[in-house]
């Protein structure tokens, strides 16, 4: 075995690692208890609704996933990316909602468990004595999406495999290996969904990817090596029916060392690239160029009839979050950054490409129902609060009119990132509700919102109140009852 | 199978090895197998050849039928040795990895010392092998 292969993707170097001391936490803003541990998985629990009335038809699971325990007695985790994945159900039936939440029993935890300290190197943690990271599943932190995938849910990484989990109970039903020859190999945390149902993913190392392919129920079709013009960091992809779209950014990994994070370096003269390739036959690209600008989150692409592809997505001018603001969340000392904006990027088929820019910070996009037209409207988290490391409110952009329909809670609500439920027999594009969790930090709880997702600025349509706070989450999927 | 070196190994240590006691034998042991292929090793006395830099003391290859398989190793000279082994599940003789070169078949080292970031070092895997009869046992299990 060759240290250098091990180096490869997450699995970056160290000596034996300083820790870095903890700052000393003196007063906690209230923001930090979205970012408190949780200790112990929470049983199905009764919601309270405290708003409104549940809309007739909205029934199902909101499952979502992110980092829910952070802090050991030996040593806790330096960003909030590394805490362990935490995956919860919002169970909507008859009106009524429940609430539940389960560790993912990966490999990780299981060794942080046992050194009783958080020893296992992640995105901005360092390795720590007594870490075993002979591939990328013993650190997969399983932390950051959930897809489903016939009966199964499968949590997300990106750096590492999928690892199934049984929607009835959450509990963990282990690694999913795709194919034995590809065993460890990185999936990404946003899988793009095609109108055929494929499922397309990357794994990305430095400037190779793999390019996987998978039916709906999860069975590979197939999984091809894709060669990058450059090493970014890669957290979202968009694709078109015909088309990957890659939006390489002027972060770009030129060294290996743990944490990951800091393998990366910022290049603005760069600029930024978007990588478009034939999904039929990889040979057939073209490489854009662009301001530089950092993102995590595209909404998704289209393509129009003349070929000029468009995607949305919320761009920051560097990458500060990821950097220093993500770990500044662990020890309550988040400081004020410029917030992302969010742009459509516009690739026409002169080799032209330029993103327009409607200077309102934004973050999660997500699309509402598919449809025959042109998509027209981005949802995302919206209200950026000064010193608040989560937006306070929710919106639609419409890119027809451009036009917003917001709603604002104000201070006091970190909002996660909405999921559109499309209303049963409905059609148009935002015809269904928006799913929100959210922690209420005056209340002290977890609730749960439920917009009309053509009428947000109305508020929500009903809120349902956990008698507890779950840490924020990342990523969710909504399956129908 | 390096035996002429073990061979040689053996030859220069016999002016110490005149009566059985000063020799050492070594029983290793891997554990946590699933029973197919076989189990590829080295034993090795130096941190060169423990980095591949010098040949090992003896390189085998022993099927596995069982979740255990073992090998005794007999008038071994007292001393440092380690051990690298990989679970060749697939039989193709060689250790597979993905395409981004982490292993996909199980492996492990003595004292079950773990890779973090790449393979143990030396100091993590070398064991001491006194004279008479030492086990070492490794666990293969992910």
Known sequence: MDRRQLLGAFCATAAASLITPEVARAAQPTWSAAFADLDADVPRTPMTLVRGRAPAGLAGSLYRNGPGKFRRPGGSVEHWFDGDGLMRAYRIADGRATVEARFIDTPKRRADIAANAVVTPGFGTPARPGAKVGDNDDVNAANISVMRVGGELWALWEAGSPIAVDPADLSTKGVRTLRDDLKHMPFLAHPSRGPDGDVWSLGVNGSKAIVWRLAADGTLKEARMLDMPRASYIHDFVTTPRHLVLYLQPWVQDRFTTPYADSFSWRPEMGSQVLVVDKADFSRRRVYELPPAFAFHFGGAWEDADGTIRFDGCFSPDPSFARENGRSLMTGTYKRQAPPLLGLVTLRPDGKAGVESVGVAAEFPRNGARTAEPRRYTIHAAGDAPDVPMFNGLASHDWKTGRADAFNFGAGMLMEEAVFVARPGGSGELDGWLLAPAVNTKAGATELHAFDARRIADGPVCTWRAPLTLPVSLHGTFVGA | ?142
């Open chain 2, 1 to 142: 199978m390096r035996l002429p070196l073990l061979l040689a190994l053996t030859l220069c240590a016999a002016p110490f090895a005149a009566r059985a006691a000063d020799t050492a034998s070594l029983t290793v042991t891997f554990t946590g197998l699933e029973p197919r292929g076989a189990v590829n090793f080295v034993l090795v006395n130096s941190a060169e050849a423990y980095g591949d830099k010098a040949a090992p003391v003896a390189a085998d290859r022993i099927a596995v039928t069982g979740d255990t398989a073992s090998k005794t190793f007999e008038g071994l000279a007292p001393g440092r040795y380690a051990v690298k082994a990989f679970h060749d599940v697939n039989g193709d003789g060689k250790m597979g990895t993905n395409p981004f070169g982490i292993p996909t078949e199980p492996y492990g080292f003595s004292n079950n010392a773990k890779a973090a970031m790449g393979p143990p070092k030396w100091d993590e895997a070398a064991f001491q092998v006194n004279a008479g009869a030492g086990v070492q046992t490794i666990s293969m299990a992910r």
